[in-house]
């Protein structure tokens, strides 16, 4: 394959700016989706480290509010919501192993596992976090 060999007499300068404008033209097709398609995919990623963070952080929250010794699963849920809900952070799913925290004895470990969809905070609606479940578990000993 032969590129054209541009000399002064072989074509005006009006010629040489078309063949200049339209391979921006082209370099610009070919790179812009790719462009857009990095920068959503980087913001999604972040998102999702960011909820990922979130419900680490409600887990430990929601744990050692129900280790306390008059603490109850009922309020330690509600906290572990609203930590959430600060965070924009809807529907997640909060459960305790063993299933009754209160009838432990002091000492006894216990542990919490806080899941939310993965696509409750994504920003475009598609892409690889569609349908997956971030999920976090604290494991903290009754106090």
């Known amino acids: 394959m032969r590129f054209p060999v541009w000399s002064a007499n072989a074509q005006s300068s009006t010629q040489r700016s078309a063949y200049r ?6 370099e610009l097709a070919v790179c812009l989706p790719l462009l857009s398609l990095l920068v959503f995919a980087a913001l999604e ?6 909820l990922r963070q979130a419900v680490v952080q409600a887990a430990y929250e929601t744990a050692k509010s129900a280790a306390k010794s008059n603490g109850d699963q009922a309020t330690a849920t509600t906290l572990g919501t ?6 924009g952070v809807t529907s997640p799913t909060i459960s305790f192993s063993p299933n009754n925290v209160a009838n432990l004895s002091r000492g006894q470990a216990f542990t919490v596992t806080v899941a939310v969809p993965g ?7 598609i892409g690889p976090f569609n349908g997956l479940t971030i999920d976090a578990q604290a494991t ?3 106090e």
């Open 82 to 87: 609203q930590v959430l809900a600060a965070r």
């Open 140 to 142: 903290m000993l009754k």
């Open 21 to 26: 404008k339209a391979t921006a033209t082209v």
């Open 45 to 50: 990623g972040a998102n999702m480290m960011f």
């Open 119 to 125: 696509d409750s905070r994504s920003i475009t609606g």
